[in-house]
């Protein structure tokens, strides 16, 4: 199995502004209610071409974020064709190995897989994700005294390992999972935006 993917993230939930989960602290209200989409710019898994394919998430996580039992759904573009949805199933389900498996170690549960419109836009910082019928978020970044974009490194917990993330706000967030549980709509929390680039190579691909 092996797998190069490179890209853009989009992430926001109902913590405040840098939410605690990164630095492996506590959730703001006991609970952290997110989504996340990744955008794949480019990329290849066991020989199918990923590029252009969004997969998003919408999850509930019940507590520190490095306990796990999260619950998740995950949504695939309904552009992509059945073999590369299924190659993103199995990449973001843990079932490529990598980093990726080690961020689907920490879900319990996992709704069933559903196929979407979605909406993935990221201009000079400012960015938009929208999954039809579910969830709506804008977000533009933090910008330090040169105006350099705020980032964050070497966090305990990261959705892009390896990388640096774009510390931002939601100017609104709205989201609804009945089978999770998750009613949001809400303005001004977490967001944060990264690019990353994950590569996973096992020693019988590598032989």
Same mark, same amino acid.
């Given at each position: ?157 990261? !959705? ?41 190579? !096992? ?5």
């Amino acid at each position: 199995m092996a797998y190069s993917l490179q890209g853009d993230l989009l992430e926001v939930c109902t913590c405040n502004v840098l939410c605690p989960c990164w630095i492996g602290e506590d959730p703001d209200r006991k609970i952290c209610q997110s989504t996340l989409a990744y955008r794949f710019d480019r990329g290849d898994i066991d020989g199918v071409d990923v590029g252009g394919v969004v997969v998003g998430s919408t999850v509930h996580i019940p507590g520190n974020v490095l306990d796990g039992n999260w619950q998740r759904r995950l949504y695939v573009s309904d552009s992509a064709s059945d073999a590369q949805a299924q190659a993103l199933i199995d990449l973001m389900q843990g079932r490529k190995g990598g980093p990726l498996a080690d961020l689907a170690k920490l879900v319990s549960k996992e709704l069933e897989v559903r196929r979407a419109p979605i909406t993935f836009e990221l201009d000079e910082g400012a960015g938009r994700f929208r999954i039809e019928g579910v969830l709506d978020a804008e977000m533009a970044p933090y910008k330090g005294p040169t105006g350099e974009t705020t980032t964050l490194n070497e966090s305990i917990f990261s !959705t892009i390992p390896g990388s640096p993330a774009y510390v931002a706000k939601a100017k609104h967030f709205r989201m609804k999972e009945p089978e999770l549980g998750i009613d949001v709509d809400i303005e001004g929390r977490n967001a944060i935006q990264g690019k990353f680039r994950f590569e996973h190579e !096992t020693a019988a691909a590598a032989a």
